[in-house]
């Protein structure tokens, strides 16, 4: 069964830390994979998106990265601000025709 | 939101009851969805549409039906409400390529409570 585990489920982080969020699939066969952003209250948003060639992928300070060999992903954010806090989902697709297959999330807290 | 909105925002009904809620795209998009998302799950797909009059059955599709009459417009209906259906249900859209293949442009959602 195609499914995407995430870890933790949550994290609380100091102001200007660093942080990474942990994305494992059993997705096959593998066509790309998205990391989305969802804050309280609204519908999530691309963050970025990485296709079995790519192994790195940044946006501003956020960095995700792909081993397909693994099946492995991460989001790692740089220099957190309270505007981070959201929960971060990861997003699966397998080639043709078919459903993504999302992550429950993790819910991440940036507190001064 | 890009130019997708959802109606109404807030909703709570009673067991029984119809319930419709609407999605309106300005994007031209399409592909369009519903999904629901609660609490220990993922986004869980509902119904989809590739097209005027061309609907699917996503995961989690009993209880509820779809229809899109306008490229604009996706009606998700829930014809008698159950508190299982009490969510959070998003509306995505996206381009041509097929489903998992483009990126899904989600809508603010919309919170039904049924008592």
């Known amino acids: 069964k195609n499914q995407v585990e995430q870890s933790p489920q949550s994290l609380i982080i100091l102001e200007g830390k660093n942080c990474t969020l942990q994305c494992n699939y059993t997705v096959s066969p593998f066509s790309n994979l998205r990391w989305y952003k969802q804050d309280t209250g609204r519908g999530p948003v691309s963050l970025t998106i990485m296709t079995f060639s790519e192994n790195t992928k940044s946006n501003g300070r956020y960095t995700a990265t792909l081993d397909a060999d693994t099946k492995q992903s991460s989001l790692h954010i740089t220099a957190s601000q309270l505007s981070d806090s959201a929960s971060y989902i990861c997003v699966v697709s397998a080639s043709g025709n078919t459903p993504l297959v999302f992550g429950k999330g993790t819910r991440l807290s940036v507190i001064a | 939101d890009a130019g997708i909105t959802q109606s109404p925002r807030h909703k709570v009904t009673e067991t029984g009851t119809p319930v419709t809620l609407r999605c309106h795209q300005t994007e031209n998009h399409r592909y369009m969805y519903w999904y629901r998302q609660d609490p220990g799950h993922g986004l869980r797909l509902i119904h989809y549409?590739?097209?005027?009059?061309?609907?699917d059955k996503g995961e989690v599709s009993d209880g509820y039906s779809v229809s899109r009459s306008k490229t604009e417009d996706f009606l998700l209906t829930l014809e008698s409400a159950t508190s299982s259906q009490t969510s959070v249900y998003f509306c995505a859209i996206s381009g041509t390529a097929g489903l998992g293949q483009e990126t899904q442009y989600f809508g603010p959602g919309t919170r039904l409570l049924v008592l």
């Open positions: 549409s590739y097209g005027v009059k061309d609907t």
